[in-house]
């Protein structure tokens, strides 16, 4: 059974930068991509960006100056740093398998930004 | 950039009901790289529907997806009380991106 799970810091400093990282289990994580998406609280999903085993990257256009998505596959683990961070960038972040359709999930982690 | 709209915003209907959500591509979605999800509160969101039409493991018949190019389409034939949730489309085919979600809520 493949499981995702998702940690960091639950609080960031605005101008700061976000890191988690997400661990996997029940799979190899040089078998797929690995993806980011955030949910901001009662809005919609946000795709943020994939990696695969390979290093490659995907990042959404409208996040790609402030983004970076790496892996470490000895840990099995990807992570996800997010840069110069505002109230904006509160959200639920879930990372996922797959770089298209999502059938593993993370249970999501909530980040909030504030002083 | 494609943008997804899904209309309606929100649909209310009665258990039994059928549902008939749609999902609006501004572009052409490329060899149909749609998928549907349900969330439900504090969830993360379910995987109902990849390929447009193609369901996921473990997931009802009443669920279906149709569509092509710039309109899809998710249909539940028969609501049971554990479907009233957001449901979310996205398309993959290229960038990725989701839509704004159609909440379906008990009338």
């Known amino acids: 059974q493949v499981q995702l799970q998702e940690s960091g810091p639950g609080l960031v400093k605005p101008s700061e930068t976000l890191s988690l990282i997400c661990t996997v289990s029940?799979?190899?994580?040089?078998?797929?991509?690995w993806t980011w998406i955030r949910q901001p609280p009662g809005k919609g999903l946000e795709w943020i960006g994939s990696?695969?085993?390979?290093?490659?990257?995907n990042y959404n256009p409208s996040l790609k100056s402030r983004v970076t998505i790496s892996l470490d596959t000895s840990k099995s683990q990807f992570s996800l740093n997010l840069r110069s961070v505002t109230a904006a960038d509160t959200a639920v972040y879930y990372c996922?398998?797959?770089?298209?359709?999502?059938?593993?999930w993370g249970q999501g982690t909530l980040v909030t930004v504030s002083s | 950039e494609i943008v997804l709209t899904q209309s309606p915003g929100t649909l209310s209907l009665s258990p039994g009901e059928r549902a008939t959500l749609s999902c609006r591509a501004s572009q052409s979605v490329s060899s149909g790289y749609l998928a549907w999800y349900q969330q439900k509160p504090g969830q993360a969101p379910r995987l109902l529907i990849y390929s447009a039409s193609s369901r996921a493991t473990g997931i009802p018949d009443r669920f279906s997806g149709s569509g092509s190019g710039t309109d899809f389409t998710l249909t539940i034939s028969r609501l049971e009380p554990e479907d009233f949730a957001v449901y979310y489309c996205?398309?993959?085919?290229?960038?990725?991106?989701f839509g704004g979600g159609t909440k379906v809520e008990i009338k």
């Open positions: 996922a398998k797959g770089s298209g359709w999502h059938y593993y």
């Open positions: 996205q398309q993959y085919g290229g960038s990725v991106a």
């Open positions: 029940g799979d190899s994580i040089t078998s797929s991509f």
């Open positions: 990696i695969y085993h390979s290093g490659n990257t």
